[in-house]
């Protein structure tokens, strides 16, 4: 019962504890983190084991919602917890030299707990507090470099997330003062009678632009190319592919419990569109490989905004299938940019010293445009053909600007493959990658290679995730039973 | 286990040998042989298709996956096109066994990038010619596009450069192919042949236009449909030789089975008459009836420009393409047959052309038709293959592109289309003034000083070049052969399968008859040469013993100019040649290129908070709107 708080409770703990004991045994401080990740990890799958088909709530403190805070537990916000807390133990950061610092690992761990409270937390105000505490431990990771550069990107971040998050609370104080409560649940009993108006629409205006700042939403995502192209490379692995997400998740979950109006999903689709289209240019044009990859992110996310932005259970489904692939695919990108960042002029004939790596850059590629048979191409099938089925004809521009954008990823992608493998004689060839980049890339090219040959499984899963994340009536009578649907 | 499953097997097998194989010296190129003949006599199994006793045989291996299944099977039409790929394969891979690899692998060149890069080629063509629903045509369609990029990309350099623009269009097509089928399938809820030909009547016409661009536009691309042509010629020209002979023979030819497949297949021949074009008097098979023209026309006269011979030669593969595409659209039994039997010619002429230019090319280090001359003496038998070949290309008789280019022809005729016909004739005036360049300046006129100590190609190369040149003789002396698969796959596509005889096409008013014709031919060309031999004395001298005007010319002076061929012809129609496709494509790049400039500045303006707030008030004022 008590297993998810520990997804929780367990890393922030440790988080607080860490610096004392770095002070006390400093190579037992560098294992410590990863080693609560593994713990967290292995009860996060347990949990979902566990959890089978079924939902729970848990009332925090044995008071009832909606007065209690609560945590909602279902496949969808277990499989998230579980994706923070590995994606944070695969990228975990570099140990520094022998200079001991227990800053990264501590921030890591508030990262990933908070992340865990982000997706399980099943009330507006705890939402907002663990999505406070993720930004505070990404503005101290990605100025953790400590490069002139890094701090510019990271006040830009900070500025920008700031007005993100006063932006949310506004709209959070907005709903509060429509319906006087803030448990999800109660909520989305409310919403049809309280939040179907005007202002209801503009509190989830104020969420989603709130919210969007990380989830790279257009045009508040200004922080994402400077912030990738300067952070180390763990970290911009981790925001694009597991942060962004998070975010993602809390605005599915406003959008179907509380905000079903057209509207709403209208506005969705513009600002995904627009994020599909100015990401994909922007990348077309982009010399730098960080910043490339930056870019092509804001354009996948973009195609989530785009595939949440339909009504239904699939719609969900083809959203959940591109998420899942971009968590995987991207930060394996990112992994290899590593070594690899900085102009693409400069990769001339790399694949010379690293060919593992450039074939493993191609993969990823392949499956980033959505090339048939990777999984890719797969969820973004779903995407387009639950795109077609909508009457709106503004759903047929986001098809048209998908595709485009895959067109031009293909283009910019392999303008990097065919640098990797031109050498140029006027210049030396780029070192080799490092092991652990490349081993941490090549397991995630793994996963995906390996997914291939189960994909109709794979959409099975997903489709009873989707299926009980777009069940309103089941969240609120798990949470609230007296409620019968 | 089906037939079609063991052709599959082994070819998805070739792809595992030649990885793992690929680079021995000794037997690589043997085995791409030996293994390309197998799959071949794996459809003879399916030769039933190929006659039109069987209709279908279908893959026992069917792959469901999420709500959907995908099946693969084989009918006349695919059988057909299976066997001009694999036998392209077959010849093209026999080319590389000996001194090419040899060549290839001193400059740098893998072969076992090659060898498995042309296996996967011919895997991913046949799982494309296999496929039995629209989903199973666009995952091969893909496969192919792929395959072939990396095959041209192979050399690297500036073969990178040409290959990254042939995927840019491919990529796009492929793209829009894929919105297509999003539309299909939302009109019909299923990816089955069946489903889309059912679906088709219910639809408007809007729709049907709509999906029409699509297919046509990103099946186009392949086959280098004008205006998305400009891609091939370039890409094709620098891959490696045999690669090229291999790409020329068929990979664009995927394109036309793809449009005959789903365009003119499904939503069926009889639609696209329904469909008119406002204020004129054209439909939609007349609009790619002069596309296809077109396709004929501009790249023809592109390829006469060119000085280089394996651009010219892709030139031409693109203008042949236009043949093919209104041969079929004339959708009678005549015409229709002359544009699938067309692919077939055309492939095997121009597989051997470019064997031939590449043979050139191996001994003499270039294939600049500047640079070039007079090795008829030197190489006669490349000579004699290149011979062939461009009378193939010109179509004239005896070889086997006369048959397919006079069906075509005739039935434009029949059809009463004078405008149509006298584009192709337009076509064919470029494609024989160019062919004749071609040749003059490769093989005929004054042989160069650095060229005399140049020997023949050796038998690995000339092999496949002399089985080649005698298919394309004896498929125009007895046209029949191939017109028994054409009138299969014909019937397979729904069209009236074409009556004939061994030698051609029995008509009322005045049909073909390739054995009277070639025979008298021959007959006249043997007392001519009777004549010549007996009746005559002659004397054989070097080429070099040469006067002019009382003076002897020594071998360095240049008597016989090649650059600036018809320079009288191309001061007429040179001021023709407006680039304008090439401009088209650069102002899309630069219309591109301002929009992301547009997009990055954007992302990089200084006060990102700007844009939060402009956003929210935007949203905040459309809420109060609303």
């Keep these: ?485 | 286990m089906t037939p079609l499953d063991l052709l599959l097997l082994i070819a998805a097998f070739t792809v595992v040998v030649m990885l793992v194989s690929g680079q021995l010296r000794s037997i690589a190129g043997e085995n791409a042989v030996a293994l390309y003949a197998a799959q071949g006599l794996a459809l003879l199994p399916m030769a039933g298709l190929g006659y039109g006793t069987v209709a279908e045989v279908p893959a026992s291996i069917s792959i469901p996956i999420m709500q959907h299944t995908l099946h693969w099977r084989f009918d006349g039409l695919s059988w057909f096109f299976a066997l001009i790929t694999i036998g392209a394969a077959l010849l093209s891979s026999w080319f590389t066994a000996g001194e090419w690899a040899e060549k290839f692998r001193a400059r740098g060149g893998s072969m076992r990038l090659f060898h498995s890069t042309l296996a996967l080629n011919v895997f991913s063509m046949l799982l494309l010619l296999a496929s039995g629903d629209l989903l199973s045509l666009f995952i091969g369609w893909e496969l192919v596009s792929w395959a072939s990029f990396l095959m041209m990309g192979l050399a690297g350099g500036q073969a990178l450069r040409y290959a990254m623009r042939y995927l840019s269009y491919a990529i796009a097509g492929a793209m829009a192919v894929l919105v297509g089928l999003a539309m299909v399938y939302s009109q019909t809820g299923s990816f089955d042949y069946a489903a889309l030909a059912a679906a088709v009547p219910h639809m408007s016409n809007n729709q049907i236009w709509l999906l029409l661009l699509l297919f046509t536009a990103g099946f186009g691309v392949k086959m280098a449909m004008i205006p998305l042509h400009l891609w091939q010629a370039k890409a094709y020209a620098e891959t490696p030789g045999p690669g090229a002979a291999f790409l020329g023979a068929i990979s664009s030819r995927m394109g036309l089975f793809a449009i005959i497949v789903v365009v003119l297949q499904l939503i069926g021949f009889a639609r696209l008459l329904d469909l008119s074009i406002p204020f004129t008097l054209l439909n939609a098979r007349d609009l790619l009836a002069w596309i296809a023209v077109f396709t004929i026309i501009f790249p023809t006269f592109t390829a006469l420009r060119q000085h280089d011979a394996r651009r010219l030669l892709a030139w031409h593969g693109i203008g042949q393409g236009g043949y093919m595409l209104i041969g079929i659209l004339s959708m009678d039994a005549l015409g229709s047959a002359g544009g699938l039997m067309h692919i077939f010619n055309h492939a095997t002429y121009q597989a051997m052309l470019f064997m031939s230019v590449t043979a050139v090319l191996h001994r003499t280090g270039t294939s600049d038709l500047n640079q070039l001359g007079g090795l008829v003496v030197r190489m006669p038998l490349s000579f004699l293959a290149m011979l062939v070949g461009i009378i193939g290309l010109a179509g004239l008789p005896p070889m086997n592109g006369f048959v397919s280019k006079w069906m075509i022809y005739r039935s434009l005729m029949d059809d009463g289309s004078p405008l149509l016909f006298i584009g192709a004739v337009i076509g064919t005036l470029g494609t024989i003034l160019s062919v004749y360049k071609l040749i003059h300046n490769t093989f005929l006129g004054q042989l160069r000083t650095e060229h005399v100590e140049i020997e023949e190609a050796p038998s690995s190369m000339l092999i496949p070049m002399m089985i080649l040149a005698a298919i394309v003789f004896l498929t125009g002396y007895f046209p029949g052969v191939v017109l028994d698969w054409v009138a299969a796959a014909q019937a397979a596509i729904g069209l009236p399968p074409l009556t004939h005889t061994l030698g051609g096409v029995p008509e009322i008013n005045g049909g073909l008859d390739m054995i009277w014709v070639v025979s008298i031919l021959l007959a006249g060309f043997g007392i001519g040469a009777l004549i010549f031999f007996s009746g005559n004395r002659h004397q054989r001298i070097h080429q070099l013993d040469n006067y002019a005007g009382g003076h002897f010319l020594s071998a360095d002076v240049r008597y016989q100019y090649s650059d600036n061929f018809y320079p009288g012809l191309m001061h007429l129609i040179g001021p023709w040649y407006r680039a304008s496709f090439q401009w088209l494509e650069r102002g899309f790049l630069s219309l591109l290129e301002t929009l992301s400039t547009l997009m990055q500045g954007g992302y990089r303006a200084a006060h990102p908070a700007f844009y939060l707030l402009a956003v929210m008030v935007l949203s905040l004022a459309w809420v109060v709107w609303l």
């Design chain 1, 1 to 485: 019962m008590n297993g998810p708080v520990l997804l929780i409770v367990l890393p922030l703990l440790t988080a607080f504890l860490l610096p004392i004991i770095y002070r006390l045994m400093p190579l037992a401080g560098r294992l410590t983190g990863p080693l609560i990740l593994v713990v967290t990890s292995i009860i996060g799958l347990t949990q979902l084991q566990h959890l089978g088909d079924d939902t729970l709530a848990i009332a925090m403190g044995g008071f009832p919602p909606p007065l209690g805070i609560s945590l909602y537990i279902d496949r969808l916000a277990l499989a998230f917890a579980l994706a923070v807390t590995l994606g944070t133990l695969l990228l975990w950061p570099k140990a520094s030299g022998d200079n001991p610092d227990s800053r990264p690992g501590s921030l890591s761990l508030i990262l990933a707990g908070a992340g865990c409270g982000l997706a399980l937390s099943g009330d507006l105000f705890n939402v907002y507090v663990f999505y406070e505490l993720v930004a505070v431990a990404t503005y101290g990771l990605v100025a953790g470099r400590g490069t002139t550069a890094a701090c510019t990107a990271s006040v830009r971040y900070l500025i920008i997330s700031g007005f993100g998050a006063a932006m949310a609370l506004i709209g959070i104080a907005l709903i509060y003062n429509a319906t006087g409560t803030l448990n999800l649940a109660h909520l989305a009993e409310l919403a049809p009678s309280r939040l179907n108006n005007g202002q209801g629409l503009a509190a989830f205006v104020l969420l989603l632009i709130g919210f969007g700042v990380k989830a790279e939403l257009f045009p508040v995502n200004t922080w994402v190319p400077e912030v990738y192209a300067t952070a180390s490379s763990r970290l911009t692995a981790l925001l694009a592919g597991v942060v962004s997400k998070l975010a993602l998740l809390i605005v599915l979950r406003l959008l179907v419990l509380l905000f079903p109006q057209p509207e709403a999903h209208l506005l969705m689709l513009v600002l995904g569109i627009l994020g599909v289209v100015s990401g994909e240019l922007a990348a077309w044009r982009a010399r730098d490989l960080n910043r490339l990859l930056a870019y092509s992110s804001i354009g996948q996310l973009g195609i989530m905004f785009i595939a949440f932005s339909m009504p239904g259970q699939a719609a969900i489904l083809a959203g959940l299938a591109v998420a899942l692939h971009h968590l995987i695919a991207k930060p394996a990108l990112f992994l290899l940019a590593e070594r690899w960042g900085g102009s693409v002029q400069g990769l001339s004939g790399a694949a010379e010293n690293s060919p593992v790596a450039a074939v493993l850059f191609i993969l990823l590629s392949l499956s980033l445009i959505g090339v048939p048979p990777f999984p890719s191409f797969w969820a973004k099938l779903l995407v387009l053909l639950e795109l077609a089925r909508q009457a709106q004809p503004l759903y047929f521009l986001g098809a048209a600007v998908i595709l485009a954008g895959a067109a031009l990823e293909a283009n910019y992608l392999f303008r990097v493959v065919s640098r990797l493998y031109t050498p140029d004689a006027a210049q030396p060839v780029p070192e080799p990658q490092r092991l652990p980049e490349l081993a941490r890339a090549g397991m995630l090219g793994a996963v995906l290679v390996a997914s291939i040959f189960v994909i109709s499984p794979i959409n099975n899963q997903l489709e009873q995730l989707a299926d009980q994340a777009s069940d309103t009536q089941r969240y609120i009578s798990t949470v609230n039973p007296r409620v019968t649907p």
